[in-house]
């Protein structure tokens, strides 16, 4: 089971693997400095080597086109909640300018972002910070970007409260994630015991009606949605069922953490896949705005 305490060491490793697996894709360790899943953009084809990198950054590019159309300021103060490698502070960063604070749990991701922020001369407009975003923040930001980070939370209520309160007047919180369509404890038990157990939230993955409820609990009014699930892959049932009973038996097979770490992270990727060719999860992203005016 990966609980809570053991996030951070999950995620240094995933980091190493991750660089590992890029450089076999992209000959690039960092490929896009993200972590997160890899899209197909509208009319791009997923084939060719383009594709794919532009899949790396579709969702940067969408979601600050969403920040700008409610009221983005010129040069925002930005905090990223779960910033992994900060692939969106430096994409962000790069487009419209500002001053970006990244949380993560991990050092090997502190690290990796650090070197190459100070590589690029940006060190002080892209910040990191090994810190937990359910830490007491300033209330500077005027966005707050979550991208498949927040499915960690212990309390997602209290983790979106502790958000909230870190914007400005008029700021907009940015979610993207893998939301449960409904009750999936009911609907996929033994697949929503795999989800707990592998994918690091042991208390169940949130539904796209829990991050509702906590968004707007926490004073905030949501204005926005999309479902990015179209533009993702599902691979068919009996591939999906066979990498998963191979990595059950690489995990059962192999006492190694590392090992088991990683084939922990694929196997809830396996079965998130799963889940959404059977419409019971979705990858969606949820924006929200903190009433007020944007000074
Ligand atoms: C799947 S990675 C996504 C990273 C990044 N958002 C991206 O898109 O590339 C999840 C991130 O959430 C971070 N995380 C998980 N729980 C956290 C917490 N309580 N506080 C801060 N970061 C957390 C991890 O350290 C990791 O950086």
């Known amino acids: 089971m990966i609980t809570h305490d053991r996030i951070p060491h999950y995620y240094d490793w995933l980091s190493r693997y991750v660089q590992l697996s890029n450089w076999l894709a992209y000959r690039d360790r960092f490929a896009g400095f993200t972590m997160h899943k890899s899209l197909k953009p509208p009319g791009e084809p997923r084939d060719d080597r383009g594709g794919l990198r532009a899949g790396l950054e579709y969702c940067n590019d969408r979601m600050l086109a969403v920040a700008a159309e409610h009221g ?11 910033c992994g490698f900060g692939g969106t502070m430096f994409h962000w960063q790069q487009r419209v300018g500002g001053r970006y604070d990244g949380l993560t749990l991990s050092k090997v991701q502190v690290d990796v972002g650090e070197r190459h922020a100070h590589a690029q001369g940006i060190a002080d407009a892209c910040r990191f910070h090994r810190r937990s975003y359910d830490v007491a923040l300033d209330p500077d930001y005027d966005a707050i970007v979550a991208i498949e980070s927040l499915i960690h939370a212990p309390d997602l209520g209290w983790t979106i409260a502790n958000l909230a309160g870190a914007l400005r007047p008029g700021g907009v919180l940015l979610v993207l994630d893998d939301m449960a369509t409904g009750d999936l404890d009911a609907a996929r038990p033994a697949d929503a015991a795999l989800v707990r157990a592998n994918w690091g939230c042991p208390g169940g993955l949130p539904s796209d009606a829990d991050f509702r409820a906590a968004i707007e609990g926490a004073g905030l009014r949501v204005v926005a949605e999309e479902d990015f699930s179209p533009l993702l892959r599902v691979r068919g049932e009996r591939l999906l069922a066979r990498q998963e009973r191979v ?5 059962r097979a192999v006492p190694l953490a590392p090992v088991r770490t990683i084939a922990s992270a694929f196997l ?11 419409g019971d999860v979705g990858y969606r992203l949820i924006v929200a705005r903190r009433p007020g005016e944007v000074a």
């Open 247 to 251: 990595l059950a038996r690489l995990k």
């Open 268 to 278: 809830g990727g396996v079965v998130l896949e799963r889940l959404r060719g059977s």
């Open 72 to 82: 983005l300021p010129a040069a925002p103060r930005v905090l990223d909640a779960g």
